[in-house]
């Protein structure tokens, strides 16, 4: 069973940066995929960006395309979501998942952890 734990969220004005970490245990790290996903008040979960181990394989949403970064550290069982030029439409929960691979779906999901940009 992996437990995943978010943390790094938090109030920031438009155009600023937050960097998200998520801390896994509980299971090798190396035998999943990560991902960001994130949920506005009244929204659907939304995709933003998935990497396999080596990151050979890496996927973002349009929305986020450009500004957003997911990186891993595979020896410290951490994945990261770097976030740049945020703007108010960023403001969400964001949650860490993981699974078997980044063409699968994602199994095991953390608390989330707010981010909330303002205008």
């Known amino acids: 069973q992996v437990q995943l734990v978010e943390s790094g969220g938090g109030l920031v004005q438009a155009g600023g940066s937050l960097r998200l970490s998520c801390a896994a245990s509980g299971g090798t790290f190396g035998d999943y995929a990560m991902a960001w996903f994130r949920q506005a008040p009244g929204k659907d979960r939304e995709f933003i960006a998935r990497?396999?181990?080596?990151?050979?394989?890496?996927y973002y949403a349009d929305s986020v395309k450009g500004r957003f970064t997911i990186s891993r550290d595979n020896a410290g069982n951490t994945v990261y979501l770097q976030m740049n030029s945020l703007k108010p439409e960023d403001t969400a929960v964001y949650y860490c998942?993981?699974?078997?691979?980044?063409?699968?779906?994602?199994?095991?999901w953390g608390q989330g952890t707010q981010v909330t940009v303002s205008s």
């Open positions: 998942a993981a699974g078997p691979s980044v063409s699968q779906k994602f199994v095991y």
């Open positions: 990497r396999n181990w080596s990151g050979t394989r890496t």
